[in-house]
């Protein structure tokens, strides 16, 4: 059984930052694509990040160059480490997995529960 547990949200005021974790188990973090999706109130999930089997990064609109994603795979793990964070940041973040760098991107097969992100002074 696949599992995706993330951790590491809460709550951090603007300007601040956030490291995000996802431990994968019944797969090998390593062997498959990994992203980070999020969903604000009212508002379609987005896809944030994601990181290929081969360690090719994809970053989309404004969180480029204020997030970065990375895998430890010792760890079984994925990070979101997010810098500089707005309001506009608030969200619930799930970590995703798939066997395939397109589907990924699109409709994972694996998800995480959810991990809230609420930025605010």
């Known amino acids: 059984q696949v599992q995706l547990v993330e951790g590491g949200g809460g709550l951090v005021q603007p300007g601040g930052s956030l490291r995000l974790s996802c431990t994968a188990s019944g797969i090998s973090s390593s062997a498959y694509a990994m992203g980070w999706y999020r969903q604000a109130p009212g508002k379609q999930r987005e896809l944030v990040a994601v990181?290929?089997?081969?360690?090719?990064?994809m970053y989309v609109g404004s969180m480029k160059g204020r997030f970065t994603i990375s895998r430890d795979s010792a760890k079984n793990t994925v990070y979101l480490q997010m810098f500089n964070l707005k309001p506009e940041d608030t969200a619930v973040y799930y970590c995703?997995?798939?066997?395939?760098?397109?589907?990924?991107?699109?409709?994972?097969?694996?998800w995480g529960q959810g991990t809230q992100v609420t930025v605010s002074s």
């Open positions: 990181i290929s089997s081969g360690g090719m990064l």
């Open positions: 995703c997995a798939d066997i395939s760098w397109s589907v990924v991107r699109v409709t994972p097969q694996y």
